[in-house]
C-alpha cells in the first residue's frame, strides 16, 4: 500500500510533538472521535498564518498567474447580471364614457448582487393619444439584507401637465408571506413632497396560472392644482390580473383595474370634466430579457 | 481481456429492433459519437484485462493526449453545443495503474482559455487543473502536460475547471486499477457516468437563476394542489410563507431545462451494457452532473457497495444509494437471469430521470419505472427538528449522538409546530465568523449531524438505502492522531437572490483563503445554513468523515451536506500547495460558494 507508506511518512514529516497515536478503546456503536478527541480549548491549537504567497507562483510566471488568478476569483460571485422586465404592457378596451387606452409598466436591473443600476418606467394614456401619466426613474440599487433593497436616482415625469423632475428614495423587498412592496418619497423641483406605496402578491393556481392582486396608492403632502391632485391620498388603483407563463418570461394576461382618487384629488378631477373613478377590463403581456 | 471494440453501432437482434433505438443507432452518424466504452451495446471490461492503446475510447500507459475542443451533439433530437476531450461526450475513459508515472498531455484547440481536473487523483498541486489556483489555465493553441507518479486505485473522473466547459460536456471517467489484487473481486465492469445536459448555455441557465431564484421549478405548491388536499396543509404552507421558504426549492436547475444522460445517452438512446448470467458486474458510478443530485437503483436486483470516492469500503448491500455531484460509488451487482436490467437514475426532485440498460444481448431495453413523487423539504432541512436528538435508534451518549443504530423512523417533519416560533435568520445565532450581509438569508437554529439520516426525499422509501453512517474504510486510517484544532465553516445562502458562500462570503469577496500548517490535523465541521444539499469537495485530499466508524472512518474527496444538517471531518493537511475547496453544485461554486485552501510547511505549532 503506498498510501500507507506515503502516510507514515507525512506523519514523520510533520513532526508534531508526541501524537496521540494511542488508539482508543472503541464503544462499539458511540459517535466517538477518531483517536482522542479534540483536546480541551485551552490546549486548542492555533490557526496558521495567512499565507501572503500564492504557491503557484513559485513555478508559473507570477503575472500571468496574477491574472488568472483574478478571473478565477471573479468568476466566483461576481459576474454582471442583468433583467428587463416589462412587467405590464396591456390595452385597456373602453367601456360606456371610458375610452379605450393602454398602460405599461417596466423595470429593469444592470450589476452584480449588491449594487445595480437600475431603470423603471410607467404610465397609461388613450388609444391614440400621447401618455396622460408617464415617468422614467434611473437609479442605484443597493441590497439592504436578504429582502430588501433601496434605490436612490431621479424619476422624469414626461405625461399630461407640466413635467416634473423629482429626486427618488425607494425601499423594495419582499415581506413575509411573499408579498412584493415597494415604497417611495420623491421631492420634486419644485420642492413638492409626494409618496408612492405598491404591494402585489403572486398567487399560483397551477404551475403556469398565476392570479396577481396589485395595489399602487399615491399620497401628496400638498395641494398641486395643475397637476389636478390634492393633498393626502390622490391616485388609487386595485388590480387583478391572471396570467399564463407560456415560458416564465412570456405571459399573456387578462384582468381588471379599477382607479380612483382622493377626497380632495377627487374634486380637482370633477371640476376638470373627469371622472375620478374608472374600472377597467385589461388584457396584456408580460415578458422580460 | 481488453476492452472488445463493438461496431459503430449496437448489434440489433432482430426481433427487438425498434424504431428508438435504431435512431439512437442512426445518432451516432449526427455527431453523436461516442468512445468505445460509453457505446450502447458496450461489452465493458473483464477484471485483470490489461488495458491495451489498442482499445478504441480506452486511453492507458504512460502518456497520454487529450484534445479539447468544440463538437456538436444531438441530444433528446435537439443539437447542442459541446466541448468535448478528443471530440466526445462523455470523453475517453482514461485507464491507468497504482504506481505507474503518468504524462496526460491536454491541447487546447478552443478559441478559449481551457483546463481539466483530475477530480479525486492526489497530484502535485501545480497539476490539480485549476486556472488560477494551480496553474494559469491552458490558452487557446496551448498544450499542458501533467506528469504525476498514480498513489492510489480506484474510481475517479475528469472535468473542466474553466468557466462552465464542465456543464458543456468537458467530463470523462478515470479508472485506476490497484497494484495489488482486487479487495472485491468481479468478473466484467462497466462505468456508469451520469450527467445532465441543456443545449442552453450554462450560463443563461444562470442568468434566468438571477433573475428568478425559482425559474426552473415547475413543481411548486399551488391553490390547485391545497384544494385537491396535496402536499403540505394551509397551516404549514403560511408558516413557511411567513419565513420566505419554499419546500419545493429542492433543485435549482430541473428536467424543465435539463435531459439526464447515463454515459451520454438518454432514455430513449437507452445505453446497453452487456453481461452473461451469473457473472460478477462491477458498475462505477460517477455522478458528472453539473446540477444535479441522482437517486440510483436497478429494480429488483441488491447492490453491494464496495468503494464510495475511490477508496474501498467494507462491502455494504443497499437497494438504493443517492449520489451527490462529483461523488462516485462502485457496486457490484449479479444479475442470475437472461433478462434485461434497468440502471435508473431519478432527479433528486424528481423532474426527470434516465434509465439505461443491462442486458444479455445488445438491443433489449428494460422497463422503464415511473418518477416517485417529489419531496417536500422539512423542518429538519431548515435544522429546526428539535426532535432530532431522540428520534427512535439515536440516543444520547456522553454529548454525542449515538449513530450506531441509524434510524429507519423517517424524520417527522410536521410535528413540530412550536419550533416554528423559532426564527431563521437569528443573528445572535449565527457564529462570529458570518458576515450577516444580503447573501445570508437563514442561518439554521439547531443544526444535527444528519450522517445517519437517509437523504433528502428517500426518507420513508421501503427498501434499503445508503446512508453515510452505512459507510467503513475498508483499510483503516494510517493517522490516528488526534486533531489538534477546530475549524467550523458554515454554507450560506440566499436563493431568492442566488448568493451562495462561506461564512456569508462569495470567493468574489476575496476573503481569506482557509490555513493549514502542512501535516497538521484538523477536526473540520461543515455547518449548512441553507435549504439546499451541497457536495463540497476538497481538491488534493481526503478526508475522513466522523460518522462513528471509528478508526474505519471513510475517506472522501466530496461529501454531500444534507440541508439543516453538518458534517464533521478529520483532515490530515498532507499535500503541500494551494487547492480549491467549493461546492461541486457547478452554479453555487459560480456564484461564490468557494474558497482556496492553503497547505504551508514551517511554522510548526507544538
Redesign the interface.
Given at each position: 500500500m503506498s498510501m500507507r507508506l506515503f502516510a507514515a511518512v507525512l506523519v514523520t514529516m510533520a513532526g508534531t510533538a508526541g501524537p496521540a497515536l494511542a488508539q482508543m478503546a472503541d464503544m462499539p456503536g458511540t459517535m466517538h472521535d477518531h483517536a482522542a478527541p479534540v483536546s480541551s480549548p485551552d490546549e486548542e491549537a492555533s490557526p496558521p498564518p495567512i499565507p501572503a504567497d500564492h504557491a503557484a507562483d513559485a513555478i508559473f510566471d507570477p503575472a500571468i498567474m496574477a491574472r488568472a488568478r483574478k478571473a478565477t476569483i471573479h468568476d466566483a460571485g461576481g459576474m454582471p447580471f442583468s433583467m428587463l422586465l416589462i412587467d405590464q404592457a396591456e390595452w385597456r378596451p373602453g367601456t360606456g364614457k371610458n375610452p379605450q387606452g393602454y398602460a405599461w409598466n417596466v423595470k429593469g436591473w444592470w450589476g452584480g448582487d449588491v449594487n445595480r443600476l437600475a431603470i423603471e418606467s410607467e404610465g397609461e394614456g388613450l388609444a391614440g393619444e400621447k401618455a396622460e401619466r408617464a415617468e422614467i426613474q434611473v437609479g442605484w440599487l443597493h441590497a439592504l439584507d436578504p429582502w430588501f433593497n433601496v434605490r436612490a436616482g431621479v424619476r422624469q415625469d414626461l405625461g399630461w401637465g407640466p413635467h416634473r423632475t423629482h429626486a427618488a428614495l425607494t425601499i423594495e423587498g419582499i415581506t413575509p408571506y411573499w408579498f412584493d412592496v415597494e415604497g417611495s418619497l420623491f421631492i420634486s423641483n419644485k420642492g413638492e413632497v409626494t409618496a408612492r406605496l405598491e404591494g402585489s402578491y403572486d398567487q399560483r393556481i397551477t404551475q403556469r396560472l398565476i392570479l396577481q392582486p396589485r395595489a399602487e396608492l399615491d399620497f401628496s403632502a400638498q395641494d398641486m392644482p395643475e397637476l389636478r391632485t390634492g393633498a393626502g391620498l390622490g391616485r388609487a388603483e386595485l388590480g387583478l390580473r391572471l396570467r399564463y407563463e407560456i415560458a416564465r418570461e412570456f405571459a399573456p394576461y387578462v384582468g381588471v383595474n379599477w382607479e380612483t382618487r382622493g377626497g380632495r384629488s377627487a374634486r380637482l378631477m370633477r371640476a376638470s370634466g373627469d371622472d375620478p373613478t374608472a374600472l377597467r377590463a385589461l388584457a396584456g403581456i408580460r415578458l422580460w430579457f | 481481456m481488453p476492452e472488445q471494440s463493438p461496431k459503430a453501432r449496437p448489434r440489433l437482434s432482430p426481433l427487438r429492433l425498434d424504431r428508438r433505438t435504431l435512431l439512437a443507432g442512426l445518432g451516432a452518424s449526427l455527431g453523436g459519437a461516442f468512445p468505445a466504452w460509453a457505446q450502447g451495446g458496450a461489452h465493458g471490461a473483464m477484471m485483470g484485462a490489461a488495458p491495451s492503446n489498442q482499445a478504441p475510447g480506452v486511453l492507458s500507459g504512460e502518456r497520454i493526449e487529450l484534445a479539447i475542443g468544440h463538437t456538436p451533439v444531438r441530444i433528446n433530437g435537439r443539437m447542442g453545443h459541446a466541448v468535448t476531450a478528443n471530440g466526445t461526450m462523455p470523453g475517453p475513459l482514461i485507464r491507468l495503474r497504482?504506481?505507474q508515472d503518468v504524462c496526460l498531455s491536454v491541447r487546447n484547440t478552443l478559441g478559449e482559455d481551457t483546463s481539466v481536473h483530475w477530480h479525486g487523483l492526489l497530484v502535485p498541486?501545480?497539476f490539480d487543473g485549476?486556472?488560477?489556483?494551480?496553474?494559469?489555465?491552458i490558452a487557446p493553441g496551448q498544450t499542458f502536460d501533467y506528469r504525476f507518479p498514480v498513489?492510489?486505485a480506484g474510481t475517479y473522473w475528469y472535468h473542466s475547471h474553466s468557466?462552465m466547459q464542465e456543464a458543456m460536456g468537458l467530463l470523462g471517467p478515470i479508472v485506476i486499477d490497484p497494484?495489488?489484487p482486487e479487495p472485491q473481486p468481479y468478473d466484467r465492469e462497466h462505468v456508469i457516468m451520469l450527467s445532465d445536459w441543456s443545449p442552453v448555455h450554462p450560463h443563461v441557465l444562470?442568468?434566468?437563476l438571477?433573475?428568478?431564484g425559482g425559474?426552473h421549478n415547475?413543481?411548486?405548491?399551488?391553490?390547485?394542489g391545497l384544494l385537491a388536499g396535496r402536499d403540505q396543509p394551509l397551516s404549514e404552507r403560511?408558516a413557511w410563507?411567513?419565513?420566505?421558504m419554499d419546500p419545493t426549492d429542492i433543485s435549482d436547475v430541473t428536467g424543465s431545462a435539463y435531459t439526464f444522460l447515463i454515459n451520454g445517452h438518454d432514455t430513449d438512446a437507452n445505453w446497453t451494457g452487456l453481461f452473461t448470467p451469473g457473472e460478477r458486474v462491477r458498475l462505477r458510478f460517477i455522478n458528472a452532473s453539473a446540477m444535479t443530485h441522482f437517486n440510483v437503483r436497478l429494480p429488483g436486483l441488491p447492490m453491494r457497495v464496495i468503494q464510495a470516492d475511490g477508496q474501498d469500503v467494507e462491502p455494504v448491500e443497499t437497494d438504493e444509494f443517492q449520489i451527490a455531484i462529483a461523488e462516485t460509488y462502485d457496486v457490484i451487482v449479479c444479475p442470475a437471469k437472461a433478462e434485461p436490467v434497468a440502471i435508473i437514475a431519478e432527479a433528486l426532485d424528481r423532474s426527470g430521470l434516465c434509465r439505461a440498460t443491462l442486458a444479455p444481448q445488445a438491443g433489449m431495453v428494460a422497463p422503464l419505472v415511473p418518477l416517485r413523487k417529489r419531496p417536500l423539504l422539512t423542518m429538519r432541512d431548515m435544522g429546526m427538528d428539535m426532535s432530532g436528538m431522540d428520534m427512535g435508534g439515536m440516543g444520547m451518549?456522553?454529548g454525542?449522538?449515538?449513530?450506531?443504530?441509524p434510524s429507519d423512523a423517517p424524520p417527522s417533519g410536521h410535528a413540530h409546530h412550536g419550533a416554528m416560533t423559532m426564527k431563521m435568520?437569528d443573528k445572535s445565532l449565527a457564529a462570529p465568523a458570518i458576515r450577516m450581509?444580503?447573501?445570508?438569508?437563514t442561518i439554521a437554529p439547531a443544526p444535527i449531524?444528519r450522517l445517519a439520516d437517509r437523504p433528502t426525499g428517500l426518507e420513508q422509501v421501503d427498501h434499503r438505502v445508503l446512508t453515510y453512517a452505512d459507510l467503513r474504510a475498508l483499510?483503516p486510517?494510517?493517522?490516528?492522531?488526534?486533531?489538534?484544532?477546530?475549524?467550523d465553516l458554515h454554507l450560506t445562502a440566499?436563493m431568492?437572490?442566488y448568493?451562495?458562500?462561506f461564512d456569508g462570503a462569495?470567493?468574489?469577496?476575496?476573503p481569506?483563503?482557509i490555513?493549514?500548517?502542512?501535516?497538521?490535523r484538523v477536526?473540520v465541521t461543515l455547518i449548512n445554513d441553507t435549504m439546499m444539499p451541497h457536495p463540497i469537495h476538497l481538491h488534493g485530499h481526503f478526508f475522513?468523515l466522523?460518522n462513528?466508524a471509528?478508526?474505519k472512518?471513510p475517506r472522501k474527496h466530496t461529501v454531500n451536506v444534507l440541508p439543516g444538517g453538518k458534517v464533521r471531518f478529520?483532515l490530515?493537511a498532507?499535500a503541500?500547495?494551494?487547492w480549491a475547496f467549493?461546492c461541486h453544485v457547478l452554479l453555487h461554486?459560480?456564484?461564490?460558494?468557494?474558497r482556496v485552501v492553503?497547505v504551508?510547511a514551517g511554522?510548526?505549532?507544538?
Open positions: - | 497504482e504506481g498541486f501545480q485549476v486556472p488560477g489556483i494551480s496553474f494559469p489555465g498513489r492510489q468557466g497494484a495489488g444562470l442568468k434566468r438571477k433573475q428568478m425559474y415547475f413543481q411548486k405548491q399551488t391553490l390547485a403560511l410563507g411567513r419565513m420566505r451518549e456522553g454525542t449522538l449515538d449513530l450506531s443504530a435568520r450581509g444580503p447573501g445570508v438569508a449531524d483499510v486510517s494510517e493517522d490516528r492522531r488526534a486533531p489538534t484544532r477546530h475549524l440566499n431568492e437572490r448568493m451562495w458562500g462569495k470567493l468574489s469577496e476575496n481569506d483563503p490555513s493549514f500548517r502542512h501535516g497538521e477536526r475522513e466522523v462513528g471509528g478508526d472512518a478529520d490530515t498532507s503541500l500547495g494551494d467549493h461554486m459560480h456564484t461564490g460558494m468557494f492553503t504551508r511554522e510548526n505549532a507544538a
